[in-house]
């Protein structure tokens, strides 16, 4: 008998867990947006700006705190202090999307530009999450290169805020969709087929996903779009 047989053939009580924490890690995930919109809401109301005239430091201080909340949540991810610390971190996150909702909400069209990233980050999601749940294909490989190109998006963002090349900006938000899109694929697949058991920690992967995706589409459709009255 092929020691390795239960790997292709799960028994079903292996399912069933699975199962159970994909359908956790939705349901997560779902909640989490209301402290980001609700985050999102505070920061555009009370005119929130996260050191808009120093913006490296502003970016190393968010790296900071966002790390922290990661550090944190990983220690509690078996408790429900775990999720109460994600929606925390979510919150701090819609917090941090603020400044951009406002811009956007700055053109005559921001609302319908709002409402298209959104609907379009809830498409690339959905055929992402679709792929990695019925595909018979193995995307674990793409691991490494998907956090190799991570860290090269973020040195590239961290280059772009001294060089101000609006062509090098463009071209890093068409990258970061692209890259936190496979990600989405990436994730969930690692749910379904048993590489990740953690509800908590596969929410904090997947919404991180989503949270670049919808920034950088925004952003899109707020260049090529906007209009002003």
């Given at each position: 008998m092929n020691p390795n047989l239960q790997t292709y053939t799960p028994s079903s009580e292996v399912l069933v867990a699975r199962n159970r924490v994909l359908r956790n890690t939705y349901w997560l995930l779902a909640i989490s947006m209301i402290p980001t919109v609700l985050g999102a809401w505070v920061g555009v109301q009370f005119g929130f700006s996260f050191l808009p005239g120093s913006p490296f430091i502003g970016l190393m201080l968010f790296l900071a705190i966002a790390f922290g909340f990661f550090y944190a949540i990983e220690k509690t991810k078996d408790s429900g202090l775990g999720v109460a610390i994600l929606l925390g971190f979510t919150f701090f996150m819609g917090l941090m999307l603020?400044?951009?909702?406002?811009?956007?909400?700055?053109?005559?069209?921001?609302a319908s530009l709002i409402m298209?990233?959104?609907?379009?980050?809830?498409?690339?999601?959905?055929?992402?999450?679709?792929?990695?749940?019925?595909?018979?294909?193995?995307?674990?490989?793409?691991?490494?290169?998907?956090?190799?190109?991570?860290?090269?998006?973020?040195?590239?963002?961290?280059?772009?805020?001294?060089?101000?090349?609006?062509?090098?900006?463009?071209?890093?938000?068409?990258?970061?969709i692209a890259v936190f899109s496979a990600f989405i694929l990436y994730d969930v697949q690692r749910v379904v087929n048993g590489g990740e058991t953690n509800y908590i920690t596969a929410t904090l992967a997947i919404y991180l996903s989503v949270y670049n995706v919808f920034s950088s589409l925004l952003q899109l459709l707020g260049i090529a779009g906007g209009e002003r009255d």
């Open positions: 603020s400044r951009l909702i406002g811009h956007i909400l700055g053109y005559s069209n921001g298209g990233a959104f609907g379009g980050t809830a498409a690339i999601f959905a055929v992402m999450a679709s792929v990695a749940t019925v595909s018979k294909r193995d995307f674990s490989g793409m691991g490494k290169w998907l956090f190799a190109g991570a860290l090269v998006l973020l040195l590239a963002i961290v280059a772009n805020i001294f060089l101000q090349i609006p062509a090098l900006h463009l071209t890093i938000l068409v990258l970061v």
